[in-house]
Structures are given as C-alpha cells and as structure tokens.
C-alpha cells in the first residue's frame, strides 16, 4: 500500500473530527496533496464516499489525480465533495490540505448566509480574517466549487451556504486546528448574538494581525 504514513493521518483527523462532533453519519471529508515525483501529474489523497465514521480504515482513503480518477485499484469512490478540493488546490498553492465539515455552529452560520466578523484577535492571525460564506452551490458540483474558493480567498477558512464549512492549511495537522478554531469562533458568536451585542476586533488591531497572517502563511496579498 503507497503512502502508508498520509493515510494514516487522513484517518487520525477524520476519526478526531467524529469524535468532536464536527462530522456525523459518512458527512464531511478531507484530503492532502501527495509528495510531488519528477515530472509526475500531481496526486490527491482524500477520503472515500458514504462511508461511516465507525468503519472507515487507512486503505479505504483513495488516491486521485486531477480528474478526480482513482490512481490505485480501489472498491471505494473519492468523496462527493472532491471537485472541492481540486478547485482550492488549484487557486492555492500554499494549500497542502482541506478539511469540509458539517459543524453545527457553522452550519447556523450557513443557513442565515451570515459572515462571522473578526471577533476574536487570533481567528485574524491563523484564518486570515472575517470568515465569509459562499453563494449557494448544488452539493458535488462545480458550481459549489467554484463560489467556496471565491468565498475563501487568500484566507484558510469559508463556510458554504446551506452547507457547512471548510478550513485549508498546509499540512493536515494545520487544516485541523483552523477547523476546530472555527467551530469554536462560530460558536462564541452565535452565543454572543443571541445574548446581546457583539463587539468585534478595532480595526486597527485586525490590519496588524492580517500582517501577522499573511507573513506566517507566506501570502503577500493586500
Ligand atoms: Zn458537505
């Protein structure tokens, strides 16, 4: 079996995002981009379609190239999301992993359509700023693809309208910790909105800890 170690890890994440209750059912996914080989099409490793969390093993996480076929011989399909991944991968090089969840308080995010503002110093530092929400998209399609990694930008997290969210980073360990960092947030605003008003971070700190972002993540943007 190839990448022994990437399938391993894959496998650690989903079985820690089941145990956290940011994923249910078969729900949710997450990939890595394999080793580059010289001169070699650039590989994916995500993890399969409609299996549960309580059966799901190393080998069942399926190699893919860019057109989303699977490069080993495999019983399972790649995730349904896994147009997703591509479309992120292609926009951000910086990216090396993905994690989509359907994290409850994202999700109440994501059916009011409604950013969640800067709120907290560190979501500026390690997602980059407000966390937009994308147009809506029709589960598995390009479209869903497509308006997720405008919704994204030069940032590492976005939640997806009527849907749920996804974090990037560039190792999976990374894309973990922006997951959980934006469960919590979204959690700490849903609470403080419903228990009065919410104060966000002043301006002047949110521009300093957007420098810090962009210098850490290795962006150069505005
Ligand atoms: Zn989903």
């Known amino acids: 079996m190839n990448w022994v170690q990437e399938r391993k890890n894959l496998l650690e994440t989903m079985l820690r995002l089941d145990r956290l209750g940011m994923v249910s059912g078969s729900s949710g996914n997450a990939s890595v981009k394999l080793p580059a080989e010289n ?31 699977s490069v080993e011989s495999t019983k399972q399909a790649p995730s349904s ?13 910086d990216v090396a992993a993905i994690i989509h969840t359907h994290s409850v308080y994202a999700s ?14 560190e979501m500026v530092v390690y ?11 029709f589960p598995g399609t ?7 990694v405008m919704a ?19 190792t999976i360990k990374e894309a973990l910790r922006v997951a959980e ?11 403080a909105k419903i228990s009065g008003t919410v104060i966000t971070v002043p301006d002047h700190a949110v521009k300093a800890e957007r420098t810090m972002y962009l210098k850490r993540s290795g962006l150069h943007g505005n």
């Open 108 to 121: 109440v995010q994501a059916v009011k359509a409604e950013a969640i503002p800067p709120i907290i110093d």
């Open 39 to 69: 001169d070699k099409p650039q590989l994916y490793l995500i993890s399969p379609a409609g299996i549960s969390y309580d059966q799901i093993t190393a080998d069942q996480m399926v190699a893919i190239n860019h057109d989303l076929e």
């Open 127 to 137: 997602i980059g700023g407000q966390i937009e929400v994308s147009e809506y998209g």
């Open 81 to 93: 999301e896994s147009l997703l991944h591509i479309a992120v991968y292609d926009e951000r090089p």
């Open 142 to 148: 390009k479209e869903l693809a497509h308006n997720s």
């Open 181 to 191: 960092l934006v469960e919590r947030v979204a959690k700490i605003y849903v609470h």
């Open 152 to 170: 994204l930008g030069d940032r590492r997290a976005a939640i997806i309208r009527n849907h749920g969210m996804f974090a990037v980073a560039d």
